[in-house]
């Protein structure tokens, strides 16, 4: 699933004006535990973590076993993300879709099914509900204000996704600001690289 991204004339259901990023959090590295995966048990999180890395390499394996936990385990959050995530690896793109929508109306505060409904809304030029769903809160932290510490996957996925928003209602200075945090926190993410060939793709050796 790839957001069709063209920048437009400034839309008129764009925004109210917009708070850059804060900067007023950490991003770390580390392992944040979702709260819901503590009712796994020893075997079922040790193959939830094994799946991880397949969902690019045997995305159909990581379907496999990512299926089975979520039938056990309905309601663990990260085993539906990551679940998404291989349906889209493997081209699977319509069941993805129904995944993310059903996701987002039944968890609308998890990031990740704010940032994959986000995703949805901008393939399928809903650009007037992006903002509702993230209550015009364009950073993480002021979304989240509860929230210290963010991990960087949940930064760069805001972030790459946010910006290409930004681009998809023509406002380009914003979205630059957001490509140039997110090439400073991680030049060779693939969100970085996202943003860079969207907002950039003539301009050969842009940072």
Known sequence: MKPKVTSATR?????????????EFEVTVRPIQHPSLSILSPKHEKEFRNAIPLIQTNPE???KILTALEQRYPAV????????????SAGQDEEAE?????????????????????????????LEEIPKVFRNLWDPKLLYPERNVF???????????VGLYFFAIGD????????????????????????????????????
């Open 11 to 23: 839309n008129p259901l764009a925004m109210k004006l917009v708070q850059p990023l804060t900067r």
């Open 151 to 161: 991990h960087v996957s949940e930064v760069t996925s805001f972030v790459g996704f």
């Open 98 to 126: 129904i995944r993310i929508v059903e996701l987002y109306r039944e968890y609308p505060d998890y990031i990740f099914a704010k940032i994959m409904y986000g995703e949805y809304c901008l393939l399928h030029d809903k």
């Open 172 to 207: 380009m200075k914003l979205a630059q600001e957001y490509y140039e945090y997110l090439y400073k926190l991680a030049p060779t993410n693939p969100q970085t690289l996202r943003m860079k060939n969207v907002l950039f793709p003539e301009i050969e050796g842009y940072i």
């Open 77 to 88: 959050l990260p085993v539906l993300n990551n679940l998404i995530s291989a349906l889209l």
């Open 61 to 63: 394996e990581a379907i």
